[in-house]
């Protein structure tokens, strides 16, 4: 059986990106590297449902629901700003930039989630939180880089970043690759 990794996401312009990039600069030269793994700007975007492997049988129906799911949901703008991490600020393991959004994007992300549990995927325990991944905290690293992480991520404040319009949902391929993960839109549905 042919498998791939997918996941279905919301897009945002190259100009939000670059605004973001100039925005989080500091932060990244602040913290480096070392300790965290920075997100390419041109791979930001926002996940309403990772789906891991994926039998290729099964992208026929996601493309329907996907379909379905858009034409539920009216376009719209998401307004970026704000910075934080999971699961606290003391103890950061992703670093993230915030989202505002209608009400209508969780209603159309929870019509994805469905769709991707009676497809066999196991239901999403944490609830539905709109963010930006900016990087991942490594793993093992000392205390004292835990702290500067935490000082550092209550010290800058981000405010409005920019809006984004919404105007379709897109399911993506990642691969897996040495030097990070590569993306490949596989289709996208139009809102309405």
Not at 130 to 136: E, F, K, Y
Not at 174 to 185: E, M, N, P, Q, R
Request: proline share 6%; charged share 20%; hydrophobic share 40%.
């Amino acid at each position: 059986m042919n498998q791939i990794r997918t996941f279905i996401a919301l897009d945002l312009p190259p100009a939000v990106q670059e605004s973001i990039e100039k925005q989080t600069k500091h932060l990244r030269q602040t913290l480096g590297d070392d300790v965290i793994r920075w997100v390419p700007i041109h791979n930001l975007h926002l996940t309403l449902r990772f789906l891991g492997v994926t039998p290729t049988s099964h992208l026929e129906f996601l493309k329907q629901t996907l379909t379905q799911a858009a034409a539920t949901c009216s376009q719209f703008d998401l307004q970026i700003g704000g910075l934080g991490s999971f699961p606290t600020p003391k103890r950061p393991r992703v670093i993230w930039v915030g989202l505002h959004a209608p009400a209508g994007l969780n209603s159309m992300q929870q019509k994805i989630e469905e769709s991707a549990v009676r497809l066999g995927y196991e239901k999403e325990e944490r609830p539905f939180s709109p963010h930006l991944t900016l990087g991942r905290v490594r793993q093992g690293i000392p205390s004292q880089d835990l702290q500067k992480i935490s000082n550092t991520l209550m010290s800058i404040q981000l405010g409005n970043i920019g809006i984004a319009r919404v105007d379709s949902i897109h399911l993506y391929q990642s691969d897996l690759h040495a030097d990070g993960s590569v993306y490949t839109k596989l289709f996208s549905a139009p809102l309405r």
